[in-house]
């Protein structure tokens, strides 16, 4: 029987691999470069994903410092972090986004970190935990199952049609199917 843990667990590997195999070919020149119309950067789309996941999963969820505040700080390769995701969070990521640079070398080994220390959360999980409640703050109470689904893998899918939606932009192939 497929339990809700085994399925997060699958749908956080699949999403992940889609992420990764859109964003795998990003041009060196198409990374920063702004698309136009209320279209965001690469770099930023990418970063966007990473940087969620870490202070969603870190912060929220677990209450430890994200990794970019932790054992990444200062080495994710991004020019500045993520602005936080309060009230002004729309125009700082505006902001954000036409401004910050990766080194996408880097950025990639740090999103390693973020994903492999959400594996290790996820793996630590019996299937009971999935329903244990998650104050989020302004976000509400929120169970383990939601958080994941919704928020994580949720997430992660959005940003990855965003990124093929702009490589599109660029005239390259986006999804990679």
Same mark, same amino acid.
């Not at 691999?17 to 859109?22: G, H, S």
């Not at 700080?73 to 500045?80: F, H, I, L, Q, Y």
């Not at 602005?83 to 990639?108: G, Y």
């Not at 992660?156 to 192939?173: C, D, H, N, P, Q």
């Given at each position: 029987?497929?339990?809700?843990?085994?399925?997060?667990? /699958? !749908?956080?590997? &699949? $999403?992940?691999?889609?992420?990764?195999?859109? =964003?795998?070919? @990003?041009?060196?020149?198409?990374?920063?470069?702004?698309?136009?119309?209320?279209?965001?950067?690469?770099?930023?789309?990418?970063?966007?994903?990473?940087?969620?996941?870490?202070?969603?999963?870190?912060?929220?969820?677990?209450?430890?410092?994200?990794?970019?505040?932790?054992?990444?700080?200062?080495?994710?390769?991004?020019?500045?972090?993520?602005?936080?995701? /309060? !009230?002004?969070? &729309? $125009?700082?990521?505006?902001?954000?986004?036409? =401004?910050?640079? @990766?080194?996408?070398?880097?950025?990639?080994?740090?999103?390693?970190?973020?994903?492999?220390?959400?594996?290790?959360?996820?793996?630590?999980?019996?299937?009971?935990?999935?329903?244990?409640?998650?104050?989020?703050?302004?976000?509400?109470?929120?169970?383990?199952?939601?958080?994941?689904?919704?928020?994580?893998?949720?997430?992660?899918?959005?940003?990855?049609?965003?990124?093929?939606?702009?490589?599109?932009?660029?005239?390259?192939?986006?999804?990679?199917?």
């Amino acid at each position: 029987m497929l339990t809700a843990l085994q399925l997060i667990k /699958d !749908e956080l590997k &699949s $999403s992940r691999e889609i992420f990764d195999a859109t =964003s795998a070919d @990003i041009l060196d020149d198409h990374l920063h470069k702004d698309p136009g119309g209320k279209a965001l950067p690469l770099a930023a789309l990418y970063a966007h994903v990473i940087f969620s996941e870490d202070a969603i999963l870190q912060g929220m969820v677990r209450h430890t410092e994200p990794l970019f505040n932790s054992s990444w700080k200062n080495k994710t390769g991004a020019s500045e972090i993520m602005p936080p995701m /309060d !009230e002004n969070w &729309s $125009s700082a990521n505006e902001k954000w986004s036409h =401004s910050v640079s @990766i080194d996408m070398t880097q950025f990639r080994e740090y999103a390693q970190a973020v994903f492999q220390s959400t594996d290790d959360y996820v793996n630590s999980l019996a299937d009971a935990d999935v329903d244990m409640i998650v104050d989020l703050g302004n976000w509400g109470q929120k169970t383990v199952a939601s958080i994941l689904a919704g928020i994580l893998i949720g997430h992660r899918y959005s940003l990855t049609g965003e990124i093929s939606a702009v490589k599109g932009i660029f005239g390259v192939k986006g999804y990679p199917f």
